[in-house]
């Protein structure tokens, strides 16, 4: 079924690339994007934060073309002595448009929690920042059968605190653990049963909305899978964090979106 859902191609470039490399990156990304016409889809690229200042420089150039800014992170406080850290505010004021919550590392490494997650949320809508945020299971649990569950509860303790409008500021990110940077991806139909599952629970939390919010997949997404990844019912778009390191893999996948 055709929907009008904002489609959208995410880059989550880590903790990787020099500021040279960052630029070069970020120019040639634009170029080409813009010279291929690939204007189908949002195309958003979350950079580490020191270089979101010479990124978003380069980004000022496109116009109307799709392409935006984002961050990987932003702290759950509004302001204040935490040293080390990053508000949305700031991020808002460097044009930065989507920032990335609950990414599965953050998770993992940096012990983020739902509260937290709740608060970081609220912290980037009231600074007009959308959101992508992540949920996904550990293989643990999916080899348990356990993925539904597990996925549904993260989603629900988070979005369930949510105002209804405030939905419309998110796209959700199924990133399950195995499938990240392990060259694994989950298959088509591993992916449309939990984007179903994800889609019904939307549904549930908001008739209005969820409808309307993008739901992403995430998880060794590279040119070669992306079509068939595309073409599985509620698939929206795509995380990426490996094959976005390289503009022509990337914007393959982008191409493959726009063919879809
Ligand atoms: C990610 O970490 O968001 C991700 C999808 O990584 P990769 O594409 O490398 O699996």
New binding site residues.
Partial sequence: MRTSRQKIV?A?W?MHLDRVEALSLASEIIETAQREGLSAAQIILAVPHIHLHACGRLLESVGKFPLFLGAQNCHHEAKGAFTGEIAAAMLASYQVAYV?IG???RRQYAFEDSKQLIAKLKRCFENNLKAIF?CGEPLAVRNAQGHLAYVRLQIEEVLSTLQPAELMNIAL?Y?PIW?????L?ANTAQIAEMHDSLRQLLMELSPAHGQQMPILY?????ASNAADIFATPNVDG???????LDTREFLNIVKAIQDK
């Fill in positions: 995410a989550n880590k990335i990414h599965s590392e992540c990110a990133e499938a990240i940077g392990t060259g991806t995430g998880g060794s997404c590279k795509a995380l990426v964090g490996g094959a976005a």
